[in-house]
């Protein structure tokens, strides 16, 4: 049965999705359409058993859009919502960030502005009944709550909270509204003159929340910018566009897409337009998972001198995929161009050994040692490209080779360590915690930095974790707890402070295990950053 669904799989994607168009598009339609017609025709006619024609056409789509590339996807009816949210820049809801907690669901933080902080609803609250329905102690997941809790707008949900371990609960009737998604996880004075923004993706207000947290950064001091994408994926290519142009002055070139199907399309900054960051010392930091959107910006800031990237070659992400809508509400995002940098590097990485090697590409990093040492990079001279002003060499043939190399920190790793993230156990031990002392917490460090300045985890803390792990068939390990005590109780504290305050609190303090940045630190303030004779200050 698969290499007959491989067979067919072209022929099914024509018809569905150029069906509009198909007899321009396909010389010879008897050969494809219908001929897959035929065959689908026969088997649901004479097949032995009772066959699901929607299902087998659903895994024909998903096995030839593997023959293409791996970024060509299909994704059904129900995926392309859910797909669709984190780019939108908001979702329908109550609101909330929420955990699942001993069974039971824990408000973790009402979302600012949203109807259920409006209402009310507090950090720590348990959410035991939706609708008049128990759903605390049932092994409720994740899923569950969110098809429970989302709901178009205007639409309203009773929930029923129980607070303080208090006998009655607190019912609030909720009306579910538009609820933003925020992409600029945390923006503050890393050091002083350097101001840090921690961008996770490139959603439709990326852009207007980097301006807004560059602009309250200026206005405490900030003359120099460390702009963090890394582990940011990408997401919409005008919005990266966008933000390029808010570093990068006059009608240069940004990015451009070619096409088979599709000619030369150019994106250039808009000489009229006066962006937010024009001037000013400026870094990037990438790393293996950095792809796609961020690949344009920091591939655009690169090429023109405009800054420096630091970290690790990011992931090479190069294709551009447009939605092609089929009739029952899927969609495939079909591969439609590449993009290139303004030097003319096609930054998508290989993909000739098929989908299962490439989906092993960071691993096989890791194995050869790139994550380690630029050393173990083949870059032959077919490979070099040069900057636009400033005529430094940079490499093209997957993923942006950064400036600097920053090597991958595993000095606190241990088995140990792992095993405590993998059961959630410090999540866990951190969500008991604040839970029962927020009150008292919040009294004694109203804000972040009495909290970064003055907190100490409590004697407690981590005998704790290790009892609650070994509960779990983990025993102690004190060689390899040793290893890793500094990392733990540096994720702990911040985990506690994202409880208590805000996701821009845990990366105040989760940031000390950042080598990148404490890397573009040091370079921005020991002088390194003028010896790489950059064109920052020729930009007007």
């Known amino acids: 049965m698969p290499d007959m669904k491989k067979s067919f799989s072209l022929l099914l994607m024509c018809s569905l999705i150029f069906g509009w168009n198909a007899s321009a598009q396909i010389k010879n339609p008897s050969e494809t359409t219908e001929k897959f017609a035929t065959l689908l025709n026969y088997i649901d006619l004479m097949y032995v058993d009772t066959i699901k024609a929607a299902e087998l056409t659903e895994k024909a789509i998903v096995h030839m859009l593997e023959e293409l590339d791996p970024h060509s ?8 919502q859910s797909a669709n949210e984190p780019l939108q820049g908001s979702f329908d809801g109550i609101g909330v960030q929420f955990q699942i907690l001993h069974d039971t669901i824990l408000v973790v933080e009402p979302i600012q502005g949203g109807p259920s902080e409006k209402l009310g609803i507090r950090s720590g609250d348990k959410i035991v009944k939706i609708d008049g ?5 049932i092994g409720i997941k994740n899923s569950d709550v969110m098809k429970k809790l989302k709901g178009p707008k205007g639409t309203k949900v009773t ?5 303080n371990h208090e006998a009655e609960l607190y019912y609030y009737t909720i009306t579910r509204d538009k609820i933003p998604i925020y992409s600029s996880d945390a923006s503050y004075m890393v050091a002083p003159g350097i101001g840090y923004v921690k961008i996770s993706r490139f959603a439709q207000t990326t852009a207007e929340e980097m301006r807004k947290a560059i602009t309250e950064l200026r206005a405490e001091g900030m003359k120099d910018l460390v702009l963090d994408l890394q582990g940011n994926g990408g997401g919409l290519l005008d ?7 808010e570093f990068i002055s006059g009608d240069r070139l940004l990015v451009y897409t070619e096409g088979r199907a599709f000619p030369r399309d150019e994106r250039r900054a808009d000489p009229t337009k006066k962006g937010i960051f024009e001037k000013g010392r400026l870094i990037v930091l990438i790393d293996e998972s950095s792809a796609s959107a961020s690949e344009i ?25 447009r939605p092609v809508r089929l009739p029952d509400g899927s969609m495939v995002r079909l591969t439609v161009q590449k993009y290139f940098t303004p030097s003319g590097r096609c930054i998508q990485k290989s993909y000739e050994d098929g989908l299962a090697e490439y989906e092993k590409d960071k691993e096989k990093r890791f ?45 606190e790793n241990s088995n140990y360590f792992s095993e405590m993230l993998r059961t959630g156990i410090n999540n866990d031990w951190v969500m008991n915690y604040t839970n029962a002392q927020r009150a008292a917490l919040l009294e004694k460090y109203p804000d972040i930095k009495s909290f970064v300045a003055n907190y100490n985890l409590p004697e407690n803390a981590l005998p704790e974790m290790i009892d609650m792990l070994a509960k779990k068939d983990v025993p102690f390990n004190e ?15 911040a985990l506690v402070a994202r409880n208590l305050y805000d996701n821009e609190a845990f990366y105040v303090l989760i940031n000390e295990l950042n080598p990148a940045l404490k890397k573009a630190v040091k370079v921005l303030q020991d002088g390194s950053f003028e010896k790489m004779k950059l064109a920052y200050s020729d930009f007007k």
């Not at 329905?133 to 102690?137: H, S």
């Not at 919005?239 to 142009?245: F, N, R």
């Open 159 to 163: 929930v029923g909270i129980e607070r």
């Open 73 to 80: 996807v299909y994704l059904s009816k129900e995926e392309v």
């Open 133 to 137: 329905e128990n759903v605390a102690g």
């Open 479 to 493: 060689s390899q707890f040793k290893v890793s005590e500094h990392a733990i109780r540096v994720r702990t504290k």
């Open 367 to 411: 194995k050869n040692g790139e994550l380690f040492s630029l050393d173990s990079l083949n870059l032959p001279d077919s490979l070099k490209y040069y900057t636009n002003l400033k005529n430094r060499t940079v490499y093209g043939g997957g993923g942006i080779l950064p400036d600097i190399f920053v090597p991958l920190d595993t000095s």
């Open 239 to 245: 919005i990266a566009v966008e933000m390029c142009d």
């Open 297 to 321: 910006l920091s591939g655009a800031i690169q090429d023109w001198d405009r800054g420096l990237i630091i970290g690790r070659r990011s992931f090479g992400k190069g294709l551009v995929q």
